[in-house]
């Protein structure tokens, strides 16, 4: 970032020099050292509250570059050779240098660079201190998808010593993101609803058309026409799409939007609609008008039951696999997979070797990035070109408003895609739009300590759906004690709650999912920590206020975790056709250009651990 002081000084150097220099020119010119500035002593990103994720420090460069095409002409050229520069530190980064120590031997000198102040990319770690006791909360990557492993990714978590079935042993068993079948709240707003309510209940068994159906829906103070329509949606009274053939019950059900299905078959009016946002908004990033209906009958909305046998036969069986549908999860989410990756390659990081001691090994982020180390990871990084050069690839970027440059033998993107048709000019054009077709998903994860979790508890099991509230989502931070880590947050003990907010607006027009997302991104940079605080304030009043909550009094830090660009775009039914393997943009985008190769999740089009560590492997193996 140009601080107002390059901008002065730069200013002076342009009459001086007849406007002959760019901002960026007289930037390098600035440089003088020769080599990365070192991290302050204490340096300790987890413990950071306020904005997090996309913070200050972390775009501004990128934007510059994406948006203007600006960036340094002139770099410090820096007196270090690698085997192998990656660009981005999130997990995809960190398992391409696994895998390559693997497949090229650990002597290899390895650069990790990342933007952020911290590694782990989207799986970032929030930590709190309350009165000396650690309590942990989720930045962004959540939880494991161990049903669609690869063998690759579990011979990796395997090596860095996760051990599944410990860590799903360590959870809380009816934990609401680590189970699809886990009983819930539903928060219903003043503003939406007429009246703040609360109803708990097993709303995933209630939505299959189960025993509670009618007594929860009841409960929720609807309309009573709207209350017997929903009711028989989810009971399945009578088959819906009955002037349909199986075929085109099927065809409809993956073209037809779910909010057009609950309007036009089964009568259902907006708000009440509204009551299945959230499940779309913490998966997907958008509401129901954007979700196929059969995507949403997987997502555990009601309706299945209503388009005929099929559907009551697909019900059944939903019902039943999502019985063992459980996700394992760390207390800092996959933050935890993210620390263990770097202790690997770089032990003096921090001691210790397994998933138990890694939650509280004390990380010395000063080991990072030492010259004697044979794998260096190097913070507040912004990597601004990449390019073949002879028997080399140049990488060059800006640190702390210094422009350097590196030199390698080879190197690995496992930054987003968007950004590396700016990075690398010299791709084919057609090669920088299949990079670009994917959005990635704008949200939000704001951790929120509590200095007493009693209202909280005082209301039922804290973890809620809340239609039409800012936050989508308002579910205690994972209840994993694993290791020296234990927490409960029972009664008036220390609270973290973990809240999702997805800021992409409803379709009004002839918008696809990708405009949606890019409005939302916006949104979100236009918008301060003060409405993310005011937000959190005003929606737990609204929630646990009757019973006690005083926001001024019990809520002791907040931190925001703004993702701009967040989860991996995944093909939906109702905007992405259906190509022909190879042919789809994400596999066009990832080919690898002379010593260059793409690994991140966006090359596999799934937002997903399995998916960055599968792109990982590619790539090395595609760098030799």
């Known amino acids: 970032m140009i601080t107002r002081r390059d901008f002065l000084n730069g200013a002076a150097l342009t009459v001086a020099a007849g406007a002959t220099l760019s901002p960026w020119d007289m930037l390098a010119m600035e440089t003088g050292s020769l080599s990365p500035e070192r991290l302050p002593k204490g340096y300790y990103p987890p413990a950071l509250t306020g904005m997090r994720g996309s913070h200050k420090g972390s775009f501004e460069v990128a934007h510059a570059l994406a948006w203007n095409g600006q960036k340094p002409e002139k770099y410090a050229p820096l007196e270090e050779t690698y085997d192998l520069v990656i660009v981005g530190g999130g997990m995809s980064g960190l398992a391409a240098a696994y895998l390559y120590r693997q497949q090229a031997g650990a002597d290899k000198k390895i650069l990790i660079l990342d933007n952020h102040d911290d590694f782990g990319g989207h799986a970032k770690r929030n930590e709190f201190d309350v009165g000396g006791r650690m309590l942990l909360g989720v930045g ?59 109803v708990h209940g097993d709303w995933a068994d209630a939505w299959r058309g189960g025993g509670q159906c009618r007594e929860l829906v009841g409960a929720l103070g609807l309309p009573a026409d709207q209350q017997q329509r929903l009711i028989a949606l989810a009971e399945g009274e009578k088959d819906l ?52 209906t059969a995507e949403s009958f997987l997502l555990g909305y009601p309706g299945m039951r209503s388009v005929g046998m099929a559907g009551k036969l697909g019900n059944s069986l939903w019902g039943m696999a999502k019985e063992y549908m459980r996700f394992p999860l760390f207390p800092d989410g996959n933050a935890s997979i993210a620390r263990m990756m770097v202790r690997n390659l770089i032990p003096g990081v921090a001691p210790g070797s397994s998933m138990e001691d890694v939650i509280d090994a004390p990380f010395d982020y000063s080991q990072l990035d030492r010259a004697e180390s044979p794998v260096r990871l190097r913070l507040n990084s912004t990597v601004v070109n990449v390019e073949n050069a002879n028997e080399s690839v140049e990488v060059s970027y800006v640190q702390n408003g210094k422009a350097y440059k590196v030199s390698a033998k080879k190197s690995i993107l496992a930054c987003y895609n968007g950004l590396i048709p700016h990075l690398c000019p010299e791709l084919p054009e057609a090669q920088k739009e299949n990079l670009k077709y994917g959005v ?98 005003k929606q737990l009043t609204a929630m646990f206020g009757a019973n006690g909550f005083d926001a001024e009094r019990d809520i002791a830090a907040i931190t925001v975790n703004r993702w701009s660009h967040g989860y991996t775009y995944a093909y939906t039914q109702l905007f992405d056709p259906e190509w022909e393997e190879g042919q789809a943009p994400h596999e066009l985008g990832r080919k690898p250009l002379g010593r260059i190769s793409i690994a991140n999740a966006d090359s596999e089009a799934g937002a997903y651990l399995q998916a960055a560590i599968e792109a990982a492997a590619r790539a090395v193996r595609e760098v030799g």
């Open 140 to 198: 962004g990557s959540v939880n494991l998808e161990t049903i669609s492993f690869t063998d690759t990714t579990e011979r990796v978590l395997g090596e860095i010593g996760v051990d599944l079935e410990r860590l799903d042993a360590a959870r809380e068993p009816g934990y609401l993101l680590s189970n699809l079948d886990a009983k819930s709240g539903y928060f219903l707003n003043g503003e939406q609803y007429g009246q703040n309510k609360i």
């Open 440 to 537: 990635k998903i704008p949200l939000v994860m704001t951790n929120v300590l509590l200095r007493s979790g009693a209202s909280v508890n005082a209301s039922g099991p804290a973890q809620y759906h809340c239609p039409g509230s800012f936050y989508s989502v308002v579910t205690k931070a994972p209840p994993v004690n694993l290791g020296n880590y234990v927490q409960s947050g029972k009664g008036s003990e220390p609270l973290v709650l973990w809240m999702s907010h997805a800021p992409a607006p409803p379709r009004s027009g002839q918008e696809n999912s990708r405009d949606l997302y890019r409005l939302g991104r916006h949104r979100l940079y236009r918008m301060p920590f003060a409405e993310y605080e005011e937000g959190v304030k």
């Open 241 to 292: 799409l009955d002037d349909l053939s199986l075929t085109e019950t099927m065809r409809y059900a993956e073209s037809t939007p779910y909010d057009e299905f609950l309007r036009s078959r089964a009568g259902l009016d907006p708000a009440t609609i509204m009551l299945f946002d959230p499940y779309h908004k913490i998966f997907m990033g958008f509401g129901p008008d954007c979700a196929s």
